[in-house]
């Protein structure tokens, strides 16, 4: 990453031209005036005049291009409201999606990729909620680890006849590490055994207080396989976006998370991406970790093709030279050549890490055998 041709070393040491390429011929490195010499080589050839050689801090490429400047207020605009649903596994997250999707997606049927997206946009009163189903999901792991604030809203569905599991849990403390407002489904109240009241109480255990008791916590009783109570759950979430007054500036270079990403043999990399900031269009150039490259099209969670996708949208994108890591950010950038200076910069320090660990690795090594 680091290099210098001769000539500009010449002058930064005042060390004639000549002397320098009669020092490396004596170390068996053949050169001219315009050859560049690595850091090591450079520091080498300074060391033999007394001079140190020392690496200027260099602004990087990331900084440079990848800083997102602060929007003004009055750049912002409304934007849907991102919706993950979570829970204990078995207690209807998907079935409570799949009752969400018929009873609100027009008859535009899903199709192709659409069936692999675990993202979804869903219209009410023209307006849209985009939900993500997590089970399985490594995307939301992923996304937690690097502290992302993709949701704006949980929704903790509990199944009535079962209660508050590990798995619920573990739910309630991700929402919270991440301090993201919780919705409680309390699912299959269709059921013989349910017994709402008793998932309310063991929840207001892990301060999950129902506002009836005084709390503050929305619990509402669905039953996703019957599709009862789900138009109250969708007015409860609108309720709640209104107050968190979620907002996005439009009308700038996209930026957002790859919430799924895969191979597939017509398409090549295809990876699915939730839009935070921005606007993102077929025709940009994007990079997200190492992999980039110019949006071939972008396709909707109904499996059709669109122009572009506006904050909160997910949508997933042709077109990147490689699959991009799940949980990896994704920016738009003005062009192909900035893209894979940032792509060459990150796989140089990937290099550069590797090669540390491996020092790191025999060192300990050798420690450890003394
Ligand atoms: P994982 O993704 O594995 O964590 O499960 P999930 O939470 O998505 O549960 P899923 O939607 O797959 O439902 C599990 C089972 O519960 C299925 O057999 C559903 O038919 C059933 N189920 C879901 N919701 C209801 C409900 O409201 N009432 C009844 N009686 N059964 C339900
Ligand atoms: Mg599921």
Redesign the pocket.
Known sequence: PSSISIKELSELLGIKVNDILKFLLSHGISSNINSNVDFETATMIGAKYNIEVILEEQQDIESIYLTEEPDREDQMEPRPPIVTVM?H???????LLDAIRKTNVTSSEAGGITQHIGAYTVELNNRKIVFIDT?GHEAFTAMRARGAQITDIVIL?VAADDGVMPQTIEAINHAKAANVPIIVAV??I??PNANAERVKQELSEYGLIPEEWGGDTIFVPV????KQGINELLEMILLLSDLLELKANPNKRASGVVIESRLDKGMGSVATVLVQSGTLKVGDIVISGTSFGRVRALIDDKGRRVKKATPSIPVSVLGLSEVPNVGDKFYVVPDEKIAKAISDYRKDRLRQQQYNNINKLSFDQLFNQI
Do not use: F, I, Y
């Not at 596994?89 to 079935?95: A, E, L, N, R, S």
């Not at 039953?223 to 019957?226: F, I, K, N, P, Q």
């Open positions: 829970g596994v078995d207690h209807g997250k998907t079935t089970p569905v699912n299959k269709d059921k039953s996703a396989l019957r």
